[in-house]
């Protein structure tokens, strides 16, 4: 299976459908941006920015959250995991955020968690998503 980087724009991880999905996490989401912030500032060519926010809100805060409308552990990690790129598209623009696909399905890609990720033994895999410099250049400096 061959996957490539795909910008938000080809294929978007946006749709009514994800919103409404992860709408449960808007709670949190001021500790997402935190999260991606810190995480582009500290590694800007990384890829790992939604183990970043996993990290960030803690297994207990997703799972007490996810419990409160009926979701188990896993559903609650994948829409986590879904709002990590809405909020790369807000504050990077769709034209500068790239999330690992599939070449064949345009499905997202996943990697499994480095064992760099301590505490995060809960997380096996991720979807990676990149930014660009003009993306990381739009977020920092808070024009999302």
Not at 44 to 70: F, K, M, S, W, Y
Request: glycine fraction near 8%.
């Amino acid at each position: 299976m061959a996957a490539t980087w795909t910008s938000q724009t080809q294929k978007s991880s946006t749709s009514s459908g994800t919103r409404e999905r992860t709408a449960w996490l808007r709670p949190f989401r001021a500790t997402f941006v935190q999260a991606i912030v810190q995480y582009f500032r500290e590694e800007p060519d990384g890829e790992q920015v939604t183990l970043a926010c996993l990290r960030a809100i803690g297994p207990e805060n997703l799972r007490d959250a996810g419990a409160r409308i009926g979701r188990g552990t896993m559903e609650v990690k994948m829409d986590a995991g879904l709002y990590v790129p809405i909020l790369l598209v807000e504050l990077a623009g769709a034209d500068n955020v790239f999330t690992y696909r599939d070449d064949q399905t345009g499905k997202n890609s996943t990697r499994p968690r480095s064992s760099r990720w301590v505490g995060l033994e809960w997380v096996s895999s991720y979807t990676p998503h990149k930014v660009s410099e003009a993306g990381l250049l739009r977020m920092m400096e808070g024009r999302a």
